[in-house]
């Protein structure tokens, strides 16, 4: 069984402080992407906010349930190099975005959009689809922020829609992952949502990657993704 070190390591170093802020109510704002606080030379708080959670509790097991998952299946199908550098680059197109718009907030949601953005352009359609799923949950909470019942009906909708992709993966044609992903990524940025900028970043990544150091897996591989 694959063992994926890199996820293990990135979710303690998460998973600690961002628990720990539950005892701790200072703890965020110490650590959060402020962007007046950055602009005045605490520079830090772009890398700190990445592991605490300005979702409460719920937000913060969904991160860290997220990290849990995308991060083994991205660990096993694109190897731990490659991790790294899709995990570091939405992280920095999100924080970059975050201090240019001037948005506060944190949470590890724009790292894990790279990882969704390599897995998106993975040859197997587990990989596909549950980069796809994800560009859509990261969309997926807007309505339900805005409040009302209605707001979280179509949250569920939209998740739910999203789990199809998983779901029926192997009955549905291998360039709708992309798509979806694609139209997700376009509308986020269109809202100048964060993970929308963290989206493009991934997979702006994950092509960068991918032709500068295009994988050669042996034949025998027991990890070599299903291709489709």
Not at 107 to 136: I, K, P, Q, T
Not at 141 to 154: D, E, K, N, Q, S
Request: overall charge positive; hydrophobic content about 55%; glycine content about 14%.
């Amino acid at each position: 069984m694959y063992k994926p070190y890199v996820t293990a390591v990135v979710f303690l170093l998460t998973a600690v402080p961002s628990l720990l802020q539950i005892a701790v109510p200072g703890l965020e704002p110490a650590l959060m992407r402020d962007p007046a606080a950055i602009a005045g030379g605490e520079w830090w708080r772009l890398v700190t906010s990445l592991v605490v959670q300005d979702g409460g509790l719920f937000g913060t097991l969904i991160n860290l349930a997220f990290l849990a998952v995308l991060g083994y299946v991205a660990e096993r199908a694109l190897r731990p190099a490659r991790w790294l550098m899709l995990y570091l680059g939405g992280a920095a197109a999100g924080e970059a975005a975050g201090y240019l718009l001037g948005q506060p907030g944190a949470g590890n949601s724009v790292a894990l959009c790279g990882l969704a953005g390599g897995l998106v352009l993975a040859s197997g359609r587990l990989e596909r689809s549950l980069g796809a799923f994800y560009a859509v949950i990261s969309g997926a909470w807007l309505p339900a922020a805005t409040g009302g019942t209605w707001g979280l009906i179509v949250t569920l909708v939209l998740a739910a829609a999203g789990f199809q992709l998983v779901v029926h993966r192997e009955r549905l044609p291998g360039w709708l992952p992309v798509t979806v992903y694609g139209v997700a990524t376009v509308v986020l940025v269109a809202l100048r949502d964060l993970h929308g900028f963290a989206l493009l970043g991934g997979i702006i990544v994950g092509w960068i990657v991918n032709a500068a150091f295009p994988r050669r897996t042996p034949a025998g591989d027991p990890l070599r993704p299903a291709t489709g």
